[in-house]
């Protein structure tokens, strides 16, 4: 369990000096705080524990070295103690005196006095019984004889064996001082900073072990030769680790965010089906998201359509239920208007699963359709789709597409989630439901009021029954009509694919009603939580276990409000009732022939379980005392308040239990005669030996009092009520001590973690150390869980998935510590970043562990009550106040007060309602067993006396109804609040007029209001005198209450807004302590303010809490500073505590303003910027027509201000606009708070670092470039080869025109803008895959990607993004050698092969990788308004009123002399020199739009006609003629000029429009570009640079200014030397030498000598140049999202586009690039059919029996079935064999690029226009057995990719199924290739079995001629002219007859006279029948006549 060292003193020490010990086991070491000065004795005083994982051996060490401390050399040792530790694992515990020795083992007279403890693991804690905790106060220690309660006990005595010794009390407040532990340490809370330095030097005897600032620590650290690498520090919390703490961390976070409507959207692309099973079926796909339900278009008979269709979903609806539902995609056959179709397969998934995906989508992925219906068939095929699900702003990212070649590979790609099987199987999953309990009434009917009141029938009025709710399906038990404890006893079976891919069981219980149901509680079971997927995994199991069920309250009304909260969405605040219920799984054997095959949920009834199995009943003891109610809400009224608090139904009084007599029975528990005695037990009031009693669940009601304006509170001041409820729950508080263990290491952990980020925002040294100790804590502590649950008593009650999940915490945990340990060990200073993303997966991943699914006690609810109202709650799970005896096991709660703030219930909670706090409680709850509750009070402030009620007052243990507290002490409070910054905008000016109301217990104090302002410098000392606490005085000191602080805005009229909230602990000084270092003064910190959920600026303060003592005020320090200021009786905050302030001179470049909106109706006109910082300011020039130049004429202001040194507490800098208007008004248009000056800081350059930048050349090595830009011949050659080898070992076909085949050369002509873009499209594809798999490569070679990191640091863009591409320039090499390699052998015969020169594809914008273009002019938006009420970001759009450009330097004053010492330093420009102009400048931009990709649908049909439009200024371009027809990846190719005037049109938007033929367009989406911002960046993304040099051809260079000519310019603006270009191709620019060729051919294929090239590649490689080097914009294509603001935040669709700009006062531009789309080529594809081959045979002979068939067979190319074509029959086959020679002509238009047909056609009969669409060229021939009299019959079919399909076989015997099923193996052609391809090829279909086989074989010719080849040599259909085909050798049926007459009569006469014979048959009949009636006629007449 644990060692526990006290080390008390150390005696006989010589001299005066600093003293520090240091206590070593196991190789953890602790230091001890340092001691200052001490003489002889140094009174260390100090605990340190040991957490052991395996039982401490007798024969190891403890190690104490004690030193003399030296801030500044290593610390001198005085002495060593050693001791083995035999003794104290006997005996447990030792005292020992005893002297140290010195370095040679002889003994010193300083002496040693220690404490230790041990307390073993196989935990003594299991072995006491009951009895002993009711009566011996456990474990003491020894000669500590007090009484339980006395006050003094201040530590809860059980907990003494694991805990600290408290000694005597005289030393009690040295002890205390480490009351600083696990929580409520400051910086557990997440109230602005973790405090690591000012709050641990808590007094001078103090352990210091957080303060790494002090470089001693440090020197002392590594005086013992560590290295710096492996030091870690710990928190305090690890010094003294569970010494308790009486207050817990109260949560900062108000609102409920759950239950919320939010923006969702659900896109869903039908790409193709493929292997459906079916004959001949025309396939629709119904794709269904929740309810709603769209289909595709119908494709006809084909087994593998292409859809291609896009379909979208918009929902609003709360995270949860948007989860929840169900996406299905099911596949339909021959559906039309009149039929529904039949099922061919379906496959659904939740809509969470494709959201935990990463980037939220499925892309290009193959789902497996299965049948529902039929279990036992296989898979009914393949549906490839894309799914997505974007909640508002998430973006998505698509992948590139330009070829899909890997998608094929269906068994890689499936639609399923990683982890998950792709051979999923059926499985039944059983829920049992047994009984419910704790039901409230529902009368929802009121019918049955009427009833009651008539027949009097007094029934319970719910009749429920449970409903279950999985993967689309429901389920539902019977209806128990009229019982609040039903019993069902039944159980629910799904059947559904397993692993599912639906995340949550959804298990509610219902009232029936005859008019509507209505949910009385719902549970969610996450499948995650109840199953586990390891190779140890098990499968979903539950319970038998309680379910609790939470919801509204419980009092009956007719309409609920919060009804909601009962269907599960938000946080229930109530005890509903409680479910006991399982569930199982059970895989099915699908092979097994007795297995009901249907998938329909079935109901069954199901066997009980026996009382006992959920565990033993214990009565449950719940203490909580109310130590104080403040901060009220006026709003409720002042009419009496009490406080209730339940569990369960237990204390609930108002609507709990309606009869004693049901709450004894229901908790019975084993039988009858335990329930008896239950029953006796509560009924007997009078007390029972335990004095029994009855509980007590509210507070007295009280009057509230007046706080201030907002708030009252309720006197609460030495009288404090308490409440105690007994309660009897089945005991299973194992799951619930095994999640607190769980909880802890995650809170410690998160805590550490925060620590570590804080150290890193505020820049303190070290962080990686900290970090280390974070890791060290997080494996003690899992080792720890280990050994705690390990231990588990095996009871009854466990149930499987207890087992089951014990196990798996366990192996993760072991797991998790090992990590850690291992991590520990890398985690250096550079590798921090993402060692820290690591630890916290961790972190999330404990917190899913600690979920325990199966719930035991139900949480408690704490209702405030006004006027028989419930008005505000606050839930506390009952697991975090739950007792144990092993501290790690006790709740984080349990025995603490805890500081809880009341909310309102349900939707009322949401919005700014939720903001305001309804109640402060300071609460303290205790929940434990009823016998062990002899410590209950033990947390609680000292000082009190019990009240008990009459009958409990002489019974030691009985609770208390109140406290009265005897002991008080009174304190002044100094708030030294300084200021605010990044508040939040209350008013409708966009700016607010803040103070901040500080509370403390019942006192509140308001700070003065500062107008206008965001970031307001209150700079104001609060005191709050007479404060008084109750309780101890050293408690106080450890654990102060907390302060609230709250920032209003003040209105002139109504009431002031809230505009956030945090909460800070104070600085605590008691009455004999010095207010001196380190602890006081205290410093200022930052604490984050929220409003709700969000953060909401932060507060910069300080707070120190002063003990007023018996001298009174005179003793405290004085308040120092002028109180009579010209603010009047505003104390200032003191000098001690304000920041240093030094002078810093602001200068700011005003460049102009943009885009300023109008001002209430009026156009802005003379617009002026208003610059403040600090209260010192400067204003622009006013600009005097906005209209007409928005920019600034004077360009450069600068204003001095005193700011502080600590550039963490700069205040932030305000930019406000406002326009002047007439009689000097000023109105503001909007304003802007730059939160952070940092950024624009200037730090002068380091002097050291620049001087080898001047020394000696540095030859610029292009090598790194190879891989992706190819700079010289040689590469490139190599370059293709490997292109080639990729190929061929891909054998699938290429990605661009230039790249096509190995025989052809691509011909310059061929080549085109298009063969460059997909050739780079290729690149980029291949460049991510580098750079996953080096991803994967840097974590197992971590070491030397540290070093190499190390290296690439030095280049210039030291961000993130400069490092990712240095690696990847690093990496490709590598992989580049070995292609190289490969194909070197072939180089020789290839010299002439030529590379497309390629461009960069960026798949985002273009800002995005330059960093928005704000190298030195940055855009600032101006706001305007209110902050919306609801909590979402994207309402900042809507506030910006304008934009500010300009830009601002800090400087300390005197100005840096590098800076005025440059030559042509202009005064004006201070530190903004070499700035261009501002003057309006004419330019001509040049857009050009590549394409747009998944556009959002815009028409019902899910498609969009598309075209662009344009705006720039006052042109507006509609390209309205162009566009393009039922597309959503439309490919516009084109360009645009517009000619602009910037700055006045210098926002372009380039928007994507919907054509419609009625009514107006719709817009799809638009995206807006900042052309000023890149014309004038220093990364010159004016036109783009190309890759090479050329004057002609596809890759003509399109500047105006030639590479050298801009070289030279840059060189200029640089104040660079050079360029020097010298021979042998080189050229120096500064001190870099660049090499390159020389040569270039012009359109003659003259060589001429040039120094383009040489100029290009230093352009290339700009940013190697020393400090005016920055990345140029390459030549690219940049993708852009499309936005719509009706849809804020949701991309629509994505752009690709790039822009050009040219100067119109420079020489203008070649005319543009022609990017205009491929025009598809026309092919005519002819096919022959030779001869068919073995096929199935279907028509029986009449005479003999004998099969035959009549063959003909049918061809088509894909999309175009209406154009199939057939050959002539080939009648009467006996073998199977059939000979055609019959020549089928498809033309079509085909795209080489993207190898896709395409096709022109109308949707329908009504359509407008023709649509194109582009499908996968692929060719279908199937067999046919022709029949006269019926419909033909379909034998079998093959379908052939025209770029990949098998080879034919040579003979119609080498024919094999192989050909259709494996294809991976064989050798694929493509026609477009090979041209011409004859062969055999098999017919096949599925049999009844599912089974493919072999239906035929057929010879086939293909041959694919060009439009022009074709028109040549002509071919005719069929068997014609020209070039006619022989008739085929068919045998001739004419003569058969010879060998069988009667055959040929059958053929002859029957087939083809058979109707005609029948009908002259018949009609004979007929004939022959009529003229017997007339024959007999006569005759019998007469007969009958004659009467004969």
């Known amino acids: ?77 005085i002495g060593t103690f050693r001791m083995v530790l035999q003794k104290v694992v006997e005996e447990g515990h030792v005292e020992v005196m005893d002297t140290l020795i010195d370095d040679n083992n002889s003994a010193i007279q300083t002496s040693i006095s220690i ?99 002090d470089l001693d620590r440090k020197a002392m650290r590594l005086g013992g030769g560590l290295d710096p690498d492996t030091i870690s520090l710990a928190s305090v919390t690890a010094v003294t680790t569970n010494v308790s703490n009486k207050r817990s961390k109260p949560d900062i976070k108000m609102e409920p965010s759950a239950g919320r409507p939010m923006d969702y959207q659900v896109s869903v692309t039908i790409i193709e089906a493929r292997q459906l099973v079916g004959l001949n ?61 039949t099922l061919v397969g379906s496959f659904k998934m939740d809509v969470g699963t494709v959201y935990t995906q990463p980037e939220h989508q499925f892309y290009h992925k193959w789902a497996i359709l299965s049948d529902p219906e039929d279990l036992t068939a296989g898979l009914k095929g393949y549906l490839k789709c894309d799914i997505a699900v974007v909640g508002k702003g998430d973006n998505i990212k698509t992948p590139h597409k330009a070829n899909e070649t890997d998608e094929d590979d269906i068994e890689g790609n499936l639609l399923l989630p990683d982890g998950v099987p792709p051979e999923r199987q059926w499985a039944r999953f059983y829920i049992k439901i047994y009984r419910a309990e704790g039901l409230p009434r529902m009368n929802t009917s009121i019918m049955a009021n009427v009833k009651k009141a008539l027949i009097g029938e007094n029934k319970d009025l719910v009749d429920p029954y449970v409903q279950v709710v999985f993967a689309g399906q429901k389920g539902k038990t019977s209806v128990q009509k009229s019982s609040y404890e039903p019993l069902w006893n039944e159980q629910i079976i799904f059947t559904e694919m397993f692993p599912p891919l639906c995340k949550r069981i959804k298990v509610q219980i219902r009232d029936s009603d005859k008019v509507n149901d209505v949910a009385i509680g719902t549970h969610f079971i996450d499948l995650r939580k109840i199953s586990n997927e390891g190779d140890k995994g098990y499968l979903p199991t539950f319970g038998p276990a309680w379910v609790n069920m939470y919801g509204s309250t419980r009092n009956y009304t007719l309409m609920d409000e919060h009804q909601e909260l009962n269907e599960g969405l938000g946080e229930g605040v109530s005890f509903r009732a409680r479910l006991l219920m399982s569930l199982a799984v059970e895989i099915l054997d699908t092979s097994n022939p007795e297995i009901n095959s249907s998938t329909e949920v079935q109901v069954e009834q199901a066997t009980s379980v026996a009382d006992n199995c959920t565990g033993k009943m214990e009565e449950f003891f719940l203490f909580g005392a109310f130590l104080e109610a403040t901060m009220i809400d006026r709003k409720i009224g002042d009419k009496p308040i009490n406080f209730e608090v339940t569990i369960g139904n237990y204390g609930n009084q108002i609507d709990g239990m309606a009869k004693p007599v049901l709450r004894r029975k229901k908790e019975g528990g084993d039988g009858d005669e335990e329930e008896s005695e239950l029953l006796q037990n509560s009924s007997e009031d009078e007390g029972g030996e335990d004095g029994e009693m009855v509980s007590v669940s509210s507070s007295q009601p009280m009057k509230p009092l007046v706080t201030d304006r907002n708030y009252f509170h309720l006197p609460y001041f030495e009288k404090k009520p ?59 502590g899992c080792l720890r869980f280990v050994t705690l649950a390990d231990k588990d008593q095996h009871h009854a009650s466990r149930t499987r998935l207890d087992r089951e999940r014990l196990k798996s915490c366990m192996r993760e945990l072991e797991n998790m510590g090992q990590q850690a340990t291992t991590l520990r060990s890398q985690v250096k200073k550079n590798t921090m970043k993402d060692k820290l993303k690591l630890v916290q997966n961790f972190l999330q991943k404990l917190r899913f562990l600690a979920d325990e699914p199966q719930h035991t006690i139900p949480d408690i609810f704490i209702w405030m009550i006004s006027n028989n109202k419930r008005i505000a709650y606050a839930r506390v799970p009952s697991k975090d106040i739950l007792y144990s005896i092993v501290d790690e096991e006790m709740g984080k709660d349990c025995a603490k007060v805890k500081t809880v703030f009341l909310k309102l219930p349900g939707k009322r909670g949401f919005g700014p309602a939720g903001w305001t706090v309804q109640a402060k409680m300071e609460i303290y709850l205790w929940l434990g067993l009823n016998k062990q509750r002899k ?90 005198d007479n404060v008084e606490l109750y309780g101890e005085a050293h408690e106080m000191r450890d654990d102060p209450p907390i302060i609230v602080i709250e920032i209003y805005d003040q209105d002139t009229v109504g009431k002031a807004d809230f505009m956030g909230r945090t909460f800070a602990k104070p600085v605590v000084k008691m009455s004999d302590e010095q207010y001196c270092p380190p602890r006081f003064p205290p410093q200022l910190e930052y604490y984050q303010i929220y409003r709700g959920n969000s953060t909401a600026g932060d507060l910069l303060a300080a707070f120190e809490l002063l003990q007023i003592g018996p001298g009174g005020k005179s003793d405290l320090p004085p308040i120092d500073g002028p109180t009579d200021m010209d603010r009047g009786p505003i104390l200032p905050v003191p000098l001690g505590i304000r920041p240093v302030l030094s002078k810093y001179r602001v200068e700011i470049l005003f460049w102009g303003l943009r885009d300023l909106k109008r001002v209430n109706l009026a156009q802005v006109d003379r617009p002026r910027v208003d610059i403040e910082c600090a209260g010192k300011g400067v204003q622009s020039a006013l600009i005097q027509n906005y209209k007409k130049n928005p920019n600034f004429s004077t360009l450069v202001k600068w204003f001095e201000v005193d700011l502080p040194e600590n550039e963490l507490l700069h205040p932030p800098l305000n930019i406000r606009v406002v326009d002047c208007r007439a009689f000097g008004r000023y109105t503001l248009v909007g304003s802007h708070a730059v939160s952070s000056l940092r950024k624009f800081i200037y730090r002068p350059p380091d002097k050291k670092a620049q001087h080898w930048n001047m020394t000696g050349e540095i030859v610029v090595n292009m090598e790194p470039e190879v891989p992706i830009k190819k700079m010289e011949t040689m590469v490139k050659l190599e370059a293709s080869e490997e292109e080639k080898e990729k190929k061929k070992k891909k054998k699938k076909g290429g990605g661009g025109g230039g790249e096509e085949v190995e025989e052809e050369e691509p011909d310059e002509s061929m080549l085109d803008w298009w063969s460059k873009y997909f050739a780079s499209i290729e690149t980029m594809k291949e460049q991510l895959r580098q750079q996953e798999a080096a991803a994967a490569e840097a974590e197992e070679k971590e070491e030397m990607e540290i070093a190499e990191e190390i290296k690439l640091d030095d280049s210039p863009m030291k961000g993130f993004k400069g490092q990712a591409k240095n690696k990847e320039k690093s990496k490709a090499p590598k992989d580049d050698k070995k292609k190289k390699q490969q194909s070197a052998p072939e180089l020789p015969e290839k010299k002439n092969k030529q590379k497309i020169d390629e461009l960069k594809v960026f798949n985002k914008e273009l800002e995005a990788e330059f960093d928005n273009f704000e190298d030195w002019l940055h855009t600032f938006n101006l706001l305007r308004g209110k902050i919306g009420d609801n909590d979402d970001n994207a309402t900042e759009e809507e506030r910006i009123v304008g934009r500010f450009k300009g830009s601002m330097c800090v ?128 990364h010159r993304a004016t036109c783009g640079v190309s890759q090479t040099y050329s004057i002609h051809g596809y890759n003509v260079w399109r500047d105006p200014m030639k590479p050298s000519q801009i070289l030279s310019k840059l060189c200029k603006e640089g104040k660079v030397d050079g360029p020097h270009f010298g021979p042998g191709g080189r050229v120096k620019v500064a001190n870099r030498v660049f090499t390159g060729p020389t040569e270039i051919e012009d359109e003659n294929g003259q060589k001429k000598q040039t120094d383009e090239h040489l100029a290009l590649s230093v352009l290339r490689h700009w940013e190697d140049i020393p400090r005016a080097g920055c990345k140029l914009v390459p030549e690219h294509v940049e993708t852009r999202p499309l936005l719509n603001p009706d849809k804020p935040g949701i991309e629509q669709g994505r752009l690709e586009m790039w822009v050009d700009m040219f100067p119109m006062d420079m020489p203008a531009p070649g005319p543009a690039t022609d990017i205009s789309p491929r025009k598809p080529k026309k092919y005519e594809l002819r096919v022959i059919v030779w001869n068919t081959d073995e096929v199935i045979l279907e028509d029986d002979d009449y005479f003999t029996g004998e099969k035959s068939s009549d063959i003909f067979v049918r061809g088509w190319l894909k999309g175009q079935q209406e154009d199939k074509q057939d050959t002539d029959v080939h009648y009467h086959s006996l073998t199977g064999e059939g000979n055609f020679n019959w020549r089928y002509i498809f033309p079509f238009d085909y795209l080489m690029a993207e190898e896709k047909i395409v096709i022109s056609k109308k949707e329908s009969m009504f359509s407008w226009d023709e649509t194109e669409y582009k499908i996968p060229a692929r060719l279908t021939l199937q067999v046919w057995d022709a029949d006269h009299f019926s419909a033909d019959d379909f034998l079998g079919a093959i379908e052939l990719d025209l770029n990949r399909f098998p080879r034919g076989a040579k003979t119609s015997k080498q024919c094999s199924l192989e050909m259709v099923t494996n294809e991976a193996e064989l050798p ?118 004659l009467g004969a």
């Open 1 to 77: 369990m644990a060692l526990q060292l006290q080390l008390r003193t150390v005696s006989g020490l010589r001299g005066r000096a600093d003293r520090i010990a240091k206590a070593a086991f196991r190789g953890l070491s602790f230091y001890t705080r340092v001691l200052e000065s001490c003489e002889d004795e140094a009174r260390f005083d100090e605990t340190f524990r040991w957490p052991v994982a395996s039982n401490v051996d007798g024969n190891e060490i403890l190690e104490i070295q004690v030193f003399n401390y030296s801030k500044v050399f290593t610390n001198r040792l």
């Open 115 to 213: 404490e230790i403890r041990y307390q073993a693991q196989d935990g003594t804690v299991g072995t006491w019984s009951d009895k002993e905790f009711l009566e011996t106060p456990g474990l003491r220690p020894e000669g500590d004889g007090r009484c339980p309660l006395e006050t003094d006990s201040l530590l809860p005595g059980l907990r003494q064996s694991s805990d600290v010794s408290p000694g005597k009390s005289s030393q009690q407040p040295a002890d205390r001082s480490f009351r600083r532990a696990g929580k409520g340490v400051f910086s557990a809370m997440k109230l602005g900073k973790a405090r690591p330095t000012k709050d641990d030097h808590r007094k001078q005897d103090e352990p210091a072990v957080l303060e790494a600032e």
């Open 281 to 341: 079926m025309d396939p629709v796909v119904c794709v269904e998201v929740g309810e709603e339900k769209k289909y595709t278009s119908m494709k006809e008979s084909t087994n593998c359509p292409y859809y291609n269709e896009y379909f979208v979903f918009d929902f609003h609806v709360p995270p949860d239920v948007m989860f929840d539902k169900i996406i299905k995609l099911s596949v339909i056959h021959s559906k039309n208007l009149l039929r529904s179709g």
């Open 722 to 780: 308490c409440i105690y409820i007994k309660s009897w729950w089945q005991d299973q508080r194992r799951r619930l001590y095994n999640a607190n263990i769980m909880d802890k290491i995650a809170d410690k952990l998160e805590e550490g973690l925060n620590d570590v980020q804080e150290m890193i925002k505020t820049e303190k040294p070290h962080p990686e150390r900290r970090l280390r100790g974070v890791l060290e804590e997080l494996s003690s």
């Open 935 to 1024: 410590d209950f009070l033990s947390g609680l402030p000292c000082g009190f006396e019990e009240k008990k009620i009459a009958r409990g007052q002489n019974l030691p243990s009985f609770p208390p109804i109140s406290l009265l507290y005897t002991k008080k002490q009174v304190f002044q409070l100094r708030a030294h609040m300084y200021q605010a910054r990044s508040l939040f905008a209350a008013d409708s000016s966009g700016l607010s007029d803040p103070f901040a109301r500080v509370f403390f217990t019942s006192q509140s104090q308001c700070t003065e209001v500062l107008n206008e302002t965001l970031c307001p410098t209150w700079d104001q000392l609060l005191v709050f």
């Open 1451 to 1578: 400087y300390k004053v005197p100005l840096p002399d590098d800076i005025t010492k440059e030559a042509g330093y202009d005064p004006n420009f201070g530190m903004f020199q070499g700035i261009p102009s501002n003057d309006p400048i004419n330019v001509l931009v040049r857009v050009y739009i590549v394409r747009a990709t998944d556009l959002h649908p815009a028409d019902i049909n899910g498609k969009a006609d598309p075209y662009i439009a344009i705006k720039l200024g006052k042109t507006d371009i509609k390209d309205k003629e162009n566009y393009i027809s039922k597309q959503l990846n439309p490919v516009f190719g084109k360009s645009f000029d517009i000619e602009a005037t910037f700055p006045m049109e210098s926002m372009l938007t380039v928007a994507v429009y919907d054509w419609d033929l009625v009514g107006t367009d719709d817009l799809i989406g638009e995206t807006k570009i900042d052309l000023e911002n890149r014309y004038y960046s220093k």
């Open 1868 to 1985: 694929m052609v493509s026609i477009f290739k090979q041209k011409r391809v004859k062969g055999w090829w098999p017919f096949v279909a599925r049999d009844e079995n599912d089974e493919l086989e072999v239906t035929g074989k057929v010879e086939a010719e293909l041959h694919l001629l060009t439009a022009e080849e074709a028109e040549k040599s002509p071919a005719g259909l069929a068997r014609n002219e020209p070039d006619p085909l022989e008739k085929p050798n068919r045998p001739d049926t004419s003569f058969i007859w010879f060998l069988n007459p009667l055959k040929s009569i059958k053929y002859l006469i029957c087939t083809r006279y058979k109707w005609l014979i029948i009908k002259i048959v018949l009609a004979l009949l007929l004939l022959i029948m009529v003229a017997l009636f007339l024959y007999s006629m006569p005759g019998y007449m007469v007969k009958k006549l």
